[in-house]
């Protein structure tokens, strides 16, 4: 009996002990896990202090202004907080450290800054080609630019004094449709083209003398749709003019959908009117009537993104019929909008003088802002990566806006000439994070 109560007495107290260790490793781990959000707290609050310290930096202390930018991104990529505020104060950082260097101040330029146009840039689209595009502007050029060598100058591929609204681009990459203000739409041979000092070969250019409200390629073809002044819908081509409809709105805007047959048409009095492949007429059920500037179909081509007057933007579901969001913070009306090849992001151009890149699926995200136009931006697109923006304002400059953080971040380290000093971190960061090299491979560059 005494052997019997003795092991039960052990068996009981090995129970305890197996218990008390358990609850020990529990209350360990949620220490462990209390001291990992606290850091990571803190860390965000510093990566947030370090950025605007950057921006606050005048450019003539080049080497602490960058510094800062640079390790607050080398924090931000280590934390493990959501990135709900901080991406967006790491990239002004990034940016406004990067501005400076190759800076012409003869020229008033920047790194990501083109000049050639003499006046407003209406419209820019890509090529099929990489680092290719074409840009529109008020002063009658349309150019063909190499992203690749963007200081060359680039090719003249037509010139006459109209003023463009808007430019589009065919399937096979070989046509620009321009939509002119007065003059009718105009047919580009992107495959030609002179200097800007020689006359233009008005061979590879096709005029329809109709004026159209809008008009846009159809997917997969050389025809193009288009709605004239008297609300005619046509379709256009070689030998074709043919007329499927009518509406009695005044068109702004034109989308296609090539998947699901539809065309979408964004009207000056805020509706967004559909016509199928028959050219039957249906209604997206949106709210409130703001005229409607632009529009854009997703790539996956579930989404249709509709940019007003008003400032902000509707993304609808167009399998569901649904509103997925409206998209708010613009201080003027749209003028360009166009989703990055994943469908995640969508950027919103303002006549504001902003884009603003935003996560469509989480709206606790705050946006990407690009701000630095000094007038309205007229047009703004995604390049075939994602990671650029091109950006057209009526300041009659063209910018190019690199996405990719990594790259942003490791170009400056590129013309940092040394690492933070004892005294820069412990004013800058403090003594609960050790000391390190910001940029690592300084010493081995020099």
């Known amino acids: ?45 510093l990566i947030q202090s370090m950025s605007q310290r950057s921006i606050l930096t005048p450019r003539y202390f080049a080497d ?44 008033n330029t920047f790194y990501n ?17 990489p680092n290719i595009f074409y840009s529109a502007s008020s002063d009658g050029k349309i150019l063909k630019w190499d992203e690749s060598n963007i200081k060359k100058e680039p090719v003249l591929l037509y010139r006459d004094r109209v003023l463009y609204r808007s430019l589009d681009l065919s399937s096979d990459g070989q046509w620009l449709l321009a939509v002119t203000k007065e003059n009718g739409v105009l047919l580009i041979n992107t495959q030609t083209g002179q200097s800007q000092s020689s006359e233009v070969n008005t061979s590879q ?19 193009y749709l288009t709605v004239n002044r008297q609300g005619e819908i046509k379709i256009k081509g070689y030998e074709l003019d043919s007329i499927k409809g009518k509406t009695t709105y005044e068109i702004r805007a034109l ?17 967004v009117q559909v016509w199928n ?21 997703s790539p996956d081509h579930k989404l249709l993104a509709i ?49 603003r890149v935003w996560d469509i699926f989480d709206s606790k995200k705050f946006p990407i802002v690009l701000d630095d136009h000094n007038d309205w931006v007229m047009t703004a697109c995604f390049d075939q990566s994602g990671n650029k923006i091109l950006t ?39 003594h609960n994070f050790p000391y390190e090299d910001t940029c690592p491979n300084l010493l081995e560059k020099n």
């Not at 096709?206 to 050389?222: G, M, T």
């Not at 993304?315 to 569901?320: A, G, K, P, T, V």
């Not at 790259?407 to 380290?413: E, F, I, N, Q, Y």
């Open 113 to 129: 800054h083109i000049l050639e146009h003499d006046e407003m840039v209406t419209s820019i689209v890509y090529s099929k080609e």
């Open 1 to 45: 009996m005494k052997i019997v109560t003795s092991l039960l007495a052990l068996l009981f107290l090995a129970h305890t002990t197996i218990a008390q260790s358990e609850a020990e490793k529990s209350l360990q781990n949620q220490l462990d896990s209390l001291n990992e959000l606290v850091v990571s707290l803190e860390t965000t609050e």
């Open 277 to 297: 492949e028959r050219f039957e007429n249906a209604y997206l059920d949106i709210p409130e009537n703001f005229a409607v500037n632009v529009l854009a179909v």
């Open 205 to 223: 250019v096709s005029r329809d003398s109709e004026n159209a409200q809008a008009a846009i390629f159809l997917p997969d073809q050389l025809n």
């Open 307 to 355: 940019g007003r007057e008003k400032g902000d933007a509707i993304i609808w579901h167009l399998e569901e019929k649904r509103i997925v969001r409206i998209i708010s913070g613009h201080q003027s009306a749209i003028t360009a909008i166009d989703f990055s090849p994943d469908t995640q992001r969508i950027l919103t151009a303002s006549r504001d003088g902003t884009v």
């Open 255 to 271: 989308a296609v959908d090539a998947e699901k047959s539809e065309i979408y048409a964004g009207t000056i009095k805020g509706v």
């Open 64 to 107: 602490r202004k960058s510094l800062t930018a640079r390790q607050a991104y080398n924090f931000w990529i280590r934390n493990t907080a959501s990135k709900f505020i901080s991406h967006l104060n790491v990239y002004s950082a990034l940016y406004n450290a990067n501005k400076y260097y190759e800076y012409d101040s003869i020229e």
């Open 392 to 430: 057209g304002s009526k300041d009659k400059t063209i910018r190019i806006f690199n996405l990719d953080f990594e790259w942003m971040a490791d170009r400056l380290c590129q013309y940092i000439s040394r690492n933070m000093t004892s005294e820069e971190w412990h004013d800058y960061v403090g």
